[in-house]
């Protein structure tokens, strides 16, 4: 009976957050916030001492929503909190909403997994569960990588046997490369440009 409680509890608590994370989501894309580092970072400045952790939380969101462009929170991130706090927030976002996906993933299965990463990345990507533990070792390298889509396949992870454990290590050895690789190719972009421009 206390199992039950605690089912239905979890997912009021999941529908909450889901319900909630929608509707962040109506309006970050109304205002622009994630598609425009000039606009998350005038969103953020609203907020005071509180911006780096609604960048954390929106960092989480754009992990576990992958309709957003990650590649805007990471520059986002460097530009606004420089790049040694911004490294460290988009690496706690991006850990926390990649852990999420993962439990989420594992918790609803596979029909969940395919509403939120859409049919055609569900079928491009479900394969590579036939790959054993050939997956896993594939996963830990494309999560060092930067340009692998690293959210959605931390939605693929959850449905394969990889613990819990194994996930959060690989994702807090991993990711640290991806995001410094992503954050300092992206400050290069924009130096470039304006020095050209």
Known sequence: MERQKTAVYLNICTAAGLIAMALFIWYG??????VSPEALEKFLGRFGLLAPVLFVLIQCIQVVIPILPGAVGCLGGVLIFGPVWGFVYNYLGISMGSILAFLLSKRYGR???RNMIGEKNYKKY????DKGTAFDKGFAVAIFFPVAPDDLLCYIAGLT???????VLIILLGKPGSIFLYSLGLTGIKQ???YLF
């Open 29 to 34: 894309i109304r205002t622009g916030i994630f």
């Open 111 to 113: 029909s969940f997994v």
């Open 126 to 129: 479900i394969g590579w569960l």
């Open 161 to 167: 046997k990889m613990s819990l454990k194994k996930f």
């Open 192 to 194: 470039l440009l304006q």
